[in-house]
Structure formats: C-alpha cells, structure tokens
C-alpha cells in the first residue's frame, strides 16, 4: 500500500521568510496530493492541493510543487507571518477510490 | 450549515468500558471517515464508509466497530476500551470520491484510564 514520508517533523523560521516542507509518496499510481493544516487544538483543513496532470499550483502566499518522476511534492510557504505557525500534513491518493494516506506532520515554528 | 460536528468532545474511559462516539454532517456528502490522531504519527484511517449502510476498514481497524445506519452519521464503537486507544478520533466527509476536499469535524479526546 502507499506510504508517505514528510520531513521535516518541526520547521523553524524567522517572520517574514520562507518555509518549506517535503513529502516523498511510494504509490506510483497515486495522483492526488492534498496539505492539510491544523492549528492547535483545532481540526485539521484543506490549504491547497495538486493533481498529477499539473506540477505547480499557487495560492496567494503558497505553492504546492510535485515531481511524479521522483514521487515527491512540497509546500512552499512565502512571507511567513505568526498565523502561520501550526501542523501541515500531507497526504496521498490515487484514484477516486483509492483512500488517502497521510504523512506524520511537521510543527511549523 | 453545522458541517461536521462530533459528540462528545472529551470522555474519559476506564479499561474494558464501551462507548459510542457520534459523527453527524449535514452537507449531504456520501463518504465518511473516522481516523485518529497520535503524536508523531500523523491521521491514521480507522474506517469508512462510501455511503448509507456500507462500512469497511481502513488501516487501523482493530478495536472498533462502526455504523452508517442513516446518511448523515457515523457512529465509531470501542466495545471494550484499551489504553492503546488513548487518541484524539477525528471524522470526516467528502462528498463523493476519496479525492474530493475531505472536511474534518472538531475531534474526540479519549482517554482511557
């Protein structure tokens, strides 16, 4: 089954520069790749995802990057600012029916 | 709309106590997912269920029971609770594939004594 590696597990950065967190998937047929955020204490939500048809996409202040050929995609966080401090997860899935697995977080300082 | 709400919040357990843990949405999605949530080991996938009267196992399943009697809950049971499942449980909803945005309600702390 897939397996998800995300690293690092806690990430520390200045305000104001840049962060960047990075999932390596096993699945080959996997082809969704959602971040989720969570705050403390809160429920963990949707920030961004990708699809393997596409190999960068931005919203705003972040950016999700994926490499199908190495099987590894990343967060990228611009202008870090304090309510951004929280856990990032991502995760892994393939078709429709193929359930998502996620990573084990990384605490972003 | 409430999204997806889940009673209770906390609940302290003794060893071999059950208990019943409620999911509810009411945005009409049809899969619905209990995972929980250990330190250092991210969200792990406990059940599912694709929609009203199905249920199957997700990657830790041991322990629990589950039940999608109507569209809009899932209930997640713990017959006889062990110290190993001391966890925060989290469900969630998509609307219609593994793949849509999955919404996730408050979570249950669960502590078993």
């Known amino acids: 089954g897939e397996n998800v590696e995300q690293h690092p597990s806690t990430l520390s950065v200045q305000e104001g520069d840049s962060a960047v967190i990075k999932c390596t998937y096993s699945?080959?047929?996997?082809?969704?790749f959602p971040w989720y955020k969570q705050e403390l204490g809160k429920r963990p939500q949707l920030i961004i995802d990708i699809r393997s048809n596409v190999g960068e996409k931005k919203d705003q202040r972040i950016a999700v990057t994926l490499n199908k050929t190495a099987k590894h995609f990343s967060l990228h966080i611009t202008e870090t600012q304090p309510e951004d401090s929280a856990v990032y997860f991502c995760a892994a899935g393939g078709t429709g029916f193929q359930k998502l697995v996620f990573g084990t977080g990384t605490r972003l300082l | 709309n409430a999204g997806v709400t889940q009673t209770p919040k906390f609940r302290v357990l003794k060893t071999g106590q059950s208990m019943t843990l409620l999911c509810a949405q009411d945005?009409?999605?049809?899969?619905m997912y209990w995972y929980r949530q250990d330190p250092g080991m991210g969200l792990r996938l406990i059940h599912y269920?694709?929609?009203?009267?199905?249920?199957a196992k997700g990657e830790v399943p041991d322990g629990y029971n589950v039940s999608r009697l109507k569209k809009q809950n899932f209930l997640l049971g713990l017959e006889s609770a062990a110290p190993s499942q001391t966890s925060v449980y989290f469900c969630a909803s998509s609307p219609s594939i593994f793949t849509d945005t999955q919404y996730f309600g408050p979570g249950t702390r669960l502590t078993v004594l």
């Open positions: 699945d080959s047929a996997s082809n969704y």
């Open positions: 945005m009409n999605h049809e899969y």
């Open positions: 269920s694709v929609g009203e009267g199905t249920t």
